[in-house]
């Protein structure tokens, strides 16, 4: 039983293109997230979401929409990919707010732009 | 705003000795938590430790623990007895308010 499951793990597209990737959680928690990761393995949050509600959008161009349908889905939308969007995306889950319980990532999807 | 500085871009340690990974953080909150997060080449984000910022006892997990010092915001990660299955890139994180900060990682070598 995977907790966050992302889907898909590996995608590759060409530039101008529109993807999606898919998140699930089944762990009842409130929050989830969208987390980029570099080619130097840096972390940032790109989007959270609290009981389908946008409650953190960092400088993230706009081609980059979340969409959450519930609290156990949060979908990222990319439009007209560049190179530069080429990075692993990690989907995480928490109970929210001060976390101490850490979050629960999936295993991420790594995208790559030619 | 919250950062997060793992100054130790590379590590390396022999297989069974102990090593120590470096984080120190800047906050005005007063309560938050920090963590360790393990990262090998499977790529899966796998949470190592986890420490409260108001209990002063310092966190332990088997071969893992830290050394927490709040008036100094330092937490370091040291790994006893290590073993090949503990290289991965290791990352420090803070979480505050609304979100888990993260260091830019240590990658971390086991020698044989």
């Known amino acids: 039983d995977t907790a966050v499951s992302q889907t898909p793990k590996y995608l590759v597209t060409q530039m101008g293109n529109d993807k999606s990737i898919k998140c699930e959680q089944n762990?009842?928690?409130?929050?989830m997230y969208w987390y980029k990761q570099d080619s130097k393995k840096f972390l940032k949050i790109m989007f959270s979401?609290?009981?389908?509600?946008?409650?953190i959008n960092e400088t993230v161009p706009n081609r980059f929409s979340p969409k959450s349908p519930d609290k156990a889905h949060l979908n990222l939308h990319i439009n007209s990919l560049e190179l530069g969007d080429s990075a692993v995306y990690f989907c995480?889950?928490?109970?929210?707010?001060?976390?101490?319980?850490?979050?629960?990532f999936g295993s991420g999807t790594r995208l790559t732009v030619v | 705003a919250q950062t997060v500085t793992q100054s130790q871009p590379e590590m390396s340690v022999q297989e069974a000795e102990t090593v120590t990974l470096s984080c120190t953080y800047d906050?005005?909150?007063?309560?938050?938590?920090l963590f360790w997060y393990k990262q090998p080449p499977s790529r899966q984000m796998i949470l190592v430790i986890r420490?409260?910022?108001?209990?002063?006892q310092n966190a332990t997990e088997n071969r893992f623990s830290v050394n927490f010092q709040k008036a100094a915001k330092s937490f370091s990660l040291k790994i006893s007895d290590s073993q090949l299955g503990d290289a991965a890139m290791y990352f420090c994180?803070?979480?505050?308010?609304?979100?888990?900060?993260f260091g830019t990682g240590t990658r971390l070598t086991i020698i044989p």
């Open positions: 994180a803070y979480s505050g308010n609304e979100k888990l900060t």
């Open positions: 906050t005005s909150e007063s309560d938050y938590y």
């Open positions: 995480a889950s928490s109970r929210g707010g001060r976390e101490y319980y850490g979050y629960t």
């Open positions: 979401y609290n009981n389908k509600e946008l409650i």
């Open positions: 762990l009842g928690h409130d929050t």
């Open positions: 420490q409260e910022a108001y209990k002063q």
